[in-house]
């Protein structure tokens, strides 16, 4: 429930923040920069570090902060200004969904019997969110 609170008040400060006269990329700048000051110190905390792993590791996580985080978060800051935000979670909504078509398509990973329940719930409850709110 926290995590859902935060993704919705994340999204609606970023609305706010652009409504005030912040560009896409001011925005982004301070939330994202705000983002890593704060995770920053979390492996340390946690018995971690930041090296030693095989190169792989730091290819993955670059291509995850590029792709996922600067495409897709960066494309939901941008939605906010021109989507109400409760369409754009409910985009957010599909990202599960998403992950398991494409784990399917380029894994061969069949979702079981409750992943595919909760996939159409999730798509009925989206549809009728949308439906619903168009009247």
Same mark, same amino acid.
């Given at each position: 429930m926290l995590g859902a609170w %935060? %993704?919705?008040?994340?999204?609606l400060l970023g609305r706010e923040a652009q409504r005030r006269g912040f560009s896409l990329l001011e925005y982004v700048r301070v939330a994202y920069t705000a983002a890593a000051l704060l995770l920053l110190p979390l492996p340390y905390l946690f018995g971690g570090g930041y090296g030693g792993y095989p190169w792989p590791v730091?290819?993955?996580?670059?291509?995850?902060a590029l792709l996922p985080q600067l495409l897709g978060h960066t494309s939901f800051n941008w939605a906010t200004r021109h989507i109400p935000p409760v369409l754009v979670t409910l985009?957010?909504?599909?990202?599960? *969904?998403g992950a398991s078509l494409l784990a399917f398509l380029l894994f061969g990973e *069949?979702? !079981?019997?409750?992943v595919l329940l909760g996939a159409l719930v999730l798509l009925l409850? *989206? %549809?009728? %969110?949308? *439906?619903? !709110?168009?009247?």
């Open positions: %935060a %993704a919705s008040l994340y999204l730091y290819l993955y996580l670059f291509l995850m985009a957010i909504l599909f990202e599960p *969904v *069949v979702p !079981g019997s409750r409850g *989206v %549809a009728l %969110a949308v *439906v619903g !709110g168009r009247r």
